[in-house]
């Protein structure tokens, strides 16, 4: 079983900045990809940020150059540099992971999710 925790959202006003972090935690022997989505209310869930294992990271158009995504192998934990915040940015973001639980022979893997955390940009 694994769990991820989010923390760091909250209000800010537009321009401003916020810092997410996720922390993942239990059976883990691994893990491949991280990354952060959002949803915002009467919208589907779209990707926002992912990093995987090596380094590599992909962004949405729209929050490119205003946001960082980086990870610590070491202590399982993701987190999302938000700055330039815009109203648009308003939504619940969600950590998103894809866990290896048992490696080889008999390999088994989990796409986890965290609660969410609440972000709002308003002035």
């Known amino acids: 079983q694994v769990q991820l925790v989010e923390s760091g959202g909250g209000l800010v006003q537009p321009g401003g900045s916020l810092r997410l972090s996720c922390a993942a935690s239990g059976s883990i022997f691994s893990i491949n990809a991280m990354g952060w989505y959002r949803q915002a209310p009467g919208k589907q869930r779209e990707l926002v940020a992912r990093?995987?294992?090596?380094?590599?990271?992909n962004y949405a158009d729209s929050v490119k150059g205003r946001f960082t995504i980086s990870r610590d192998n070491a202590k399982n934990t993701v987190s999302l540099q938000m700055n330039s915040l815009q109203p648009e940015d308003t939504a619940v973001y969600y950590c998103n992971a894809i866990i290896v639980t048992r490696g080889p022979p008999n390999y088994s893997a989990t796409n986890s999710w965290g609660q969410g955390t609440q972000v709002t940009v308003s002035s």
């Open positions: 990093i995987v294992s090596g380094g590599s990271t």
